[in-house]
């Protein structure tokens, strides 16, 4: 099945600082997510992003599919940014075989007033 | 607009009963899928319902089942509780081949 790998696995930031979390996948993808869970386990949708790039006030993101790899940003982090950010990928088979998203193993990030 | 919904948020059972978790998609997603998140880690496929069969299922044993009802609502049964199974179970819908939404997820904790 097709690997997905987020670096980097823990980060500390202090308030206001910017950030670039990565995510390398292994095989061509029609889909990409980039989810941040809360502390009550919610996925938050962040954006939806099989290629190109999006911004979303303080977050943006780059999909680079030929390259297998995507990029999240964090400018100006807030204390409410911590949590994990998790990358998940999906490969449309066809109409009827399902389409699983496949995550990655998140970065933990923790924002420090 | 209600998103996905799960029930119910926290759970304790005890090893070898049975456990159902139940999901509502969101309003005009078709595609029910069920996720299973142990501390630490990303969430796992279980198994993905549309049209009311099972299309897609990842590496979990038979003791994971699933249902989608003619409304879309899903539920996830396990059979003879493991303390492995103690996990964030997650539902996700979306239309098919599109973007997932997840629920709030139910914490079941087999003691």
């Known amino acids: 099945g097709i690997q997905v790998e987020q670096s980097p696995p823990d980060l500390i930031l202090q308030e206001g600082a910017n950030s670039t979390l990565r995510c390398n996948f292994s095989d061509s993808v029609n889909n990409l997510q980039w989810f941040h869970q809360n502390p009550w386990g919610q996925l938050i949708n962040l954006f939806y992003i099989p290629s190109g790039t999006k911004q979303n006030g303080r977050l943006s993101a780059t999909t680079v599919a030929t390259e297998r790899y995507s990029l999240l940003y964090i400018s100006s982090s807030q204390t409410t940014d911590s949590g994990v950010y998790f990358c998940?990928?999906?490969?449309?088979?066809?109409?009827?075989?399902?389409?699983?998203?496949?995550f990655g193993g998140g970065t933990r990030l923790m924002v420090k007033p | 607009d209600a998103g996905v919904t799960q029930s119910p948020t926290h759970l304790i059972k005890t090893r070898g009963q049975q456990v159902t978790l139940r999901c509502s998609p969101k309003?005009?997603?078709?595609?029910v899928s069920w996720y299973q998140q142990a501390l630490g880690q990303g969430p796992q496929f279980i198994f993905q319902y549309y049209e009311e069969e099972e299309r897609q299922r990842g590496n979990f044993p038979d003791r994971f089942s699933g249902h989608q009802f003619p409304n879309y609502s899903s539920e996830l049964n396990v059979n003879a509780l493991l303390l492995g199974d103690s996990a964030l179970y997650l539902c996700a819908s979306s239309p098919l081949g599109g973007r997932a939404f997840f629920g709030q997820g139910t914490r079941l904790t087999v003691v």
């Open positions: 309003s005009g997603h078709d595609t």
């Open positions: 998940a990928v999906r490969r449309f088979m066809n109409n009827n075989a399902g389409n699983m998203l496949t």
